[in-house]
């Protein structure tokens, strides 16, 4: 039995290491802003800062006295806790109605930069996988691992995805537009090939996995056809009731939780029922009857986000890498650059774009960053990777994040038309030159704190 003195003493460090976290975090995303990358990549890379690999070379082992291992599964808790909050948000603001009308475009170029990145990770499993360390894997079969691999070859990272096009001003034009829905499309078809994935590893044998298939189709028909209609009756603006808004946020975070612990108990894991519920959340409803409760659960998922980045960094061993370590992560972002470009790229010609815009669309759609994270984690949790791919995965994560910016620089500049005649950087420096006559104008005027995070 666990003693009162002992709780209070873990729940102390707790508390101090949410603190280190949150303040080395912010620090780092104001460090990622000047170099004008999204301030979630300073939240990850604050994570990695605060790991074995990095950390632990100071002497003193102090990342084991920051995070012992009676304090992390507190930890971890509140990491799932913002994990779920996150992918909330993810389905809640997937505009699908956004893809109806706009052709065959957007479906070509997010069927080909998913397609062409699964087959050269699904390979790339096969290949190493007489590397993996098999003590750590759930299973010996190597048909586990690669299609997972496939699967986190074939992400993009709509929300960095989203931060980087309006840092460049591209969210009112044509090609910013395109790749979100391009993102917003694989995003959906990444989440259902994790899904596939996870029922295949999960089920031991063909009636548990038909009785998780099974199960899932009934959630996901409930959730559709009896919970959305029974949240629109409820936040129905002709059918006001007293404490309608203040109810608001109870609901739908109950629920949230409730569906991440159905699709957990299943065999699915947590994140797919708070994705799912948020993406049957009725937005008119919830928006007429109180806007700011979304925006506010998004607050609390940040907010514990960085907890999930520091527990991510502490299974990141970049001293494990080793030799075989260094080829395998050389080959994982040779496969995921080349992929996730080649297939855009090409996808996008044959659909009808131009050289110049399809660059761009390969540029964008290679960032992975914080959607890479949650589905490598999922990985390390059913044991389809190893520690070692699992580092190997994360730096690329960062690097095809870090990189989209200055490349895109480099494309979006010298190629990209823009619709209204000259090209999109013309465009885009003509309002950043308006926008600094505006500051330049307002000069005197008072300072707001930018809280904005993703």
């Known amino acids: 039995m666990i003693s009162d003195s002992s709780i209070e003493s873990t729940t102390a460090l707790v508390f101090a290491d949410i603190a280190v976290i949150i303040t080395v975090a912010h620090v780092f995303a104001r460090i990622a802003r000047r170099l004008r990358q999204p301030p979630v990549m300073g939240e990850i890379v604050a994570g990695l800062m605060l790991s074995p690999s990095l950390l632990g070379l100071l002497p003193g082992d102090i990342t084991d006295v920051l995070f012992p291992a009676h304090a992390r599964p507190f930890l971890t808790v509140l990491a799932q806790l913002g994990l779920v909050l996150f992918m909330f948000g993810i389905g809640y603001r997937l505009e699908a109605s956004h893809l109806r009308g706009s052709g065959g475009q957007i479906t070509a170029v997010s069927l080909g930069s998913v397609a062409v990145p699964f087959a050269l990770g699904f390979l790339l499993g096969y290949a190493i996988h007489p590397w993996y360390d098999h003590d750590a894997l759930s299973s010996a079969s190597p048909l586990g691992p690669a299609l997972f691999l496939g699967t986190a070859m074939s992400i993009t990272a709509f929300p960095v995805l989203a931060r980087i096009i309006a840092d460049r001003g591209m969210d009112r034009e044509r090609m910013g537009g395109i790749a979100l829905l391009c993102a917003s499309v694989q995003d959906a078809l990444a989440w259902c090939l994790l899904a596939v994935v996870v029922a295949v590893v999960t089920a031991d044998g063909t009636e548990p996995l038909i009785a998780l298939v099974v199960q899932s189709v009934l959630f996901v028909v409930v959730l559709r056809y009896l919970v959305r209609p029974a949240l629109i009756r409820l936040l129905e ?26 699709t957990s108990t299943i065999g699915l894991h947590a994140i797919f029922g708070a994705f799912l519920f948020g993406v049957i959340v009725p937005r008119r409803q919830v928006e007429a009857v109180a806007a ?95 520690h070692r791919l699992f580092t190997a995965m994360v730096i690329m994560a960062v690097v095809t994040t870090v990189m989209t910016g200055p490349l895109l620089d480099v494309v979006h500049r010298r190629y990209a038309p823009a619709p209204g005649g000259g090209t999109d950087a013309e465009h885009h420096a003509e309002r950043r030159g308006k926008a600094d006559a505006e500051r330049r104008g307002k000069a005197d005027a008072p300072r707001t704190v930018d809280t904005e995070q993703v």
Do not use: H
């Not at 309608?244 to 612990?261: D, E, F, Q």
């Not at 986000?305 to 030799?323: A, Y």
């Open 292 to 386: 700011q409760v979304p925006e506010r659960m998004d607050q609390t998922g940040m907010l514990l986000m960085p907890v999930f980045f520091t527990l991510t960094g502490l299974s990141v061993d970049l001293g494990g890498l080793g030799g075989k370590g260094v080829l395998l992560l050389l080959a994982v972002i040779a496969v995921a650059c080349l992929g996730k470009f080649v297939g855009a790229v090409v996808s996008a010609r044959l659909a009808g774009f131009d050289t110049g815009q399809s660059l761009v669309l390969g540029t964008l759609l290679n960032a992975r960053g914080l959607t890479e994270l949650v589905i490598l984690n999922v990985g390390l949790e059913l044991e389809v990777i190893d």
């Open 237 to 262: 603006s002709e059918r006001p009731w007293p404490g309608r808004s203040a109810a608001c946020y109870p609901i739908l975070t109950g629920g949230l939780l409730l569906s991440a612990w159905c």
